[in-house]
């Protein structure tokens, strides 16, 4: 009897020992034998849709004004009737002003050449009757200084024919009203030169603030479009600021050369006074030589 209960305690605790082995097989059969099928969902309903496909990016507008590339002449075309205005005014002013600049270079060009001729031939002339005769041939008709020394010779052919004594005691008074002839000649002769620069002048002065006004109704009317229509994208807004700017850039190619050319022919005029001056002493001198040799 006494055996039997020291046996006791050591069975209990073999017991304890198998039955703590035998859990860990346990919770190995408890588990699933497919570990995929654990890991998959219970409810294939409950699977998330896929992603719907995003929608394409809004494209920005490249068309301006409905004319496609922005050129010039879409520029003119799109402006505005006051602007439009401003550009036909310019225009026209610049072709003005580049046909008169031709003309006065042309006119320079042809008058130099004939001067030098006629001193050529003026310097060669022995007497006063000479000198009438080369100043009054066909082929310097119409040159400021012939018509000086055409103007002197008659001057002194009619005061020989009054009867004077252009040689003696009327020698002075003859070469006086000569002197008056020519100054006449002279006076005529910046009128002439002169022409059209006060045309260039304005043009000159003047073209650069017509762009400017062009310009600046221009951008005002481009800031109310904006106004209107609440966008300040680039494609809008650059339109109306280029054709504003035209009308500046037009401006200054209507002034440019034309201050340019301006200057450029006041410096010839000035020349030829001062060509013509000397020819005028040179000629009097002339004269006056023939009528102390008593021509």
Same mark, same amino acid.
């Given at each position: 009897? !006494?055996?039997?209960?020291?046996?006791?305690?050591?069975?209990?605790?073999?017991?304890?020992?198998?039955?703590?082995?035998?859990?860990?097989?346990?919770?190995?059969?408890?588990?699933?034998?497919?570990?995929?099928?654990? @890991?998959?969902?219970?409810?294939? /309903?409950?699977?998330?849709? /896929?992603?719907?496909?995003?929608?394409?990016? @809004?494209?920005?507008?490249?068309?301006?004004?409905?004319?496609?590339?922005?050129?010039?002449?879409?520029?003119?075309?799109? /402006?505005?009737?006051?602007?439009?205005?401003?550009?036909?005014?310019?225009?026209?002013? %610049?072709?003005?002003?580049?046909?008169?600049?031709?003309?006065?270079?042309?006119?320079?060009?042809? !008058?130099?050449?004939? *001067?030098?001729?006629?001193? #050529?031939?003026?310097?060669?002339?022995?007497?006063?009757?000479?000198?009438?005769? &080369?100043?009054?041939?066909? #082929?310097?008709?119409?040159?400021?200084?012939?018509?000086?020394?055409?103007?002197?010779?008659? @001057?002194?052919?009619?005061?020989?024919?009054?009867?004077?004594?252009?040689?003696?005691?009327?020698? @002075?008074?003859?070469?006086?009203?000569?002197?008056?002839?020519? %100054?006449? &000649?002279?006076?005529?002769?910046?009128?002439?030169? %002169?022409?059209?620069?006060?045309?260039?002048?304005? &043009?000159?002065?003047?073209?650069?603030?017509?762009?400017?006004?062009?310009?600046?109704?221009?951008?005002?009317?481009?800031?109310?479009?904006?106004?209107?229509?609440?966008?300040?994208?680039?494609?809008? &807004?650059?339109?109306?600021?280029?054709? /504003?700017? !035209?009308?500046?850039?037009?401006?200054?190619?209507?002034?440019?050369?034309?201050?340019?050319?301006?200057?450029?022919?006041? *410096?010839?005029?000035?020349?030829?006074?001062?060509?013509?001056?000397?020819?005028?002493?040179?000629?009097?001198?002339?004269?006056?030589?023939?009528?102390?040799?008593?021509?």
């Amino acid at each position: 009897m !006494l055996d039997k209960k020291r046996n006791t305690p050591f069975i209990a605790l073999i017991g304890a020992a198998a039955l703590m082995m035998g859990a860990p097989a346990f919770a190995q059969d408890a588990a699933p034998a497919d570990p995929a099928a654990a @890991e998959a969902p219970a409810d294939p /309903a409950a699977t998330p849709a /896929a992603p719907a496909e995003a929608a394409p990016a @809004e494209e920005v507008p490249t068309d301006v004004g409905g004319h496609g590339e922005l050129t010039i002449m879409t520029m003119f075309l799109d /402006a505005q009737p006051v602007g439009k205005a401003v550009l036909i005014g310019l225009a026209l002013a %610049s072709i003005f002003s580049w046909t008169l600049l031709l003309t006065k270079l042309f006119e320079f060009g042809g !008058l130099e050449r004939q *001067t030098n001729r006629f001193l #050529e031939a003026f310097r060669g002339a022995k007497n006063i009757n000479d000198i009438g005769r &080369v100043a009054m041939s066909d #082929e310097f008709e119409g040159n400021p200084l012939a018509d000086m020394a055409a103007a002197a010779v008659q @001057e002194v052919e009619i005061s020989r024919q009054a009867g004077l004594n252009i040689a003696g005691e009327h020698r @002075e008074t003859t070469i006086g009203r000569a002197v008056a002839a020519v %100054s006449g &000649v002279q006076a005529s002769l910046a009128k002439r030169l %002169s022409g059209g620069m006060q045309f260039l002048a304005s &043009v000159g002065s003047n073209g650069p603030f017509i762009g400017l006004f062009g310009t600046v109704y221009g951008i005002m009317y481009s800031f109310i479009g904006i106004a209107n229509t609440n966008t300040t994208n680039l494609a809008v &807004v650059a339109p109306g600021i280029a054709e /504003a700017l !035209l009308a500046t850039g037009m401006g200054l190619f209507a002034a440019i050369p034309s201050v340019i050319f301006y200057n450029y022919f006041q *410096t010839r005029i000035s020349a030829y006074g001062a060509r013509s001056e000397g020819f005028v002493a040179e000629l009097l001198n002339a004269i006056s030589r023939q009528l102390d040799k008593g021509a």
